[in-house]
C-alpha cells in the first residue's frame, strides 16, 4: 500500500471523530428553539447618568439581530414569538492613553446590561443580569475639538457589542 493510502487509514478516524463531537462554524450553531421565529426587541432603559446611551446601544442590538437573519425582528410585541428586553446599567469612560501633550486619545469603554431573551409568555430563554463588555476606542486628536468624544465612542464600539451579545445569546456561549 502506499503512503497516501496508509494516511488515508489513519486520518479517517480522525475526520470521523471531529465531525461527531458537535464542532460547527462560529455564527452557524444555535441553541435558539426551534418554535421561535420572530423577535421584539423592547427598547433598552438607561439607568444611566449619560443621555442616548440606550438608544445607541439598542439601535445597534436591532441592526445586528437584522443582518444576522435568524430571526425576523417585528414592530410589535404582538406580532413576536419572543421579546429581548433590558437596561444599560453601567457605563464608564475611562482615558488609558496620552498623546505628547497630555491630552486622552486612547479610552477603555465599559458597558453593562441587564437583558433577558424570553418567550412572549414571559418564560426566559437566556438572561444575564449584569452582562459586560469593554473595549479600548482611539480618539483621533482633530475630532476632540468638534464632537462629543463619548457619543463618537459608543458609535463605534456600540456594533461590536451588539455583535457579541448576539452571539452569545444564539450561542449561548
Given at each position: 500500500m502506499k503512503t497516501t493510502g496508509w494516511l488515508t487509514l489513519l486520518l479517517l478516524p480522525l475526520s470521523?471523530?471531529?465531525g461527531a463531537c458537535g464542532y460547527a462554524l462560529v455564527g452557524k450553531a444555535s441553541n435558539l428553539p426551534e418554535d421561535i421565529e420572530t423577535i421584539y426587541i423592547e427598547p433598552f432603559e438607561n439607568r444611566t447618568a449619560r443621555n442616548q446611551v440606550e438608544q445607541i446601544i439598542s439601535a445597534a442590538i436591532v441592526e445586528e439581530m437584522v443582518q444576522r437573519g435568524r430571526l425576523e425582528v417585528v414592530s410589535s410585541?404582538?406580532?413576536a414569538d419572543s421579546i429581548l428586553e433590558g437596561a444599560v446599567?453601567?457605563?464608564r469612560v475611562i482615558p488609558i492613553a496620552f498623546d505628547e501633550e497630555g491630552r486622552a486619545d486612547t479610552y477603555e469603554i465599559r458597558i453593562t446590561l441587564q437583558?433577558?431573551?424570553k418567550r412572549v409568555t414571559g418564560e426566559a430563554i437566556w438572561s444575564r443580569d449584569e452582562y459586560g463588555f469593554r473595549q479600548d476606542?482611539?480618539?483621533e486628536v482633530?475630532?476632540?475639538g468638534f464632537f462629543d468624544t463619548e457619543i463618537l465612542a459608543l458609535e463605534d464600539?456600540?456594533?461590536d457589542f451588539a455583535e457579541t451579545l448576539i452571539?452569545?445569546?444564539f450561542e449561548g456561549f
Open positions: 470521523l471523530a471531529l410585541r404582538g406580532e446599567t453601567g457605563l437583558v433577558t431573551f476606542y482611539e480618539l482633530s475630532e476632540a464600539v456600540s456594533d452571539t452569545d445569546l
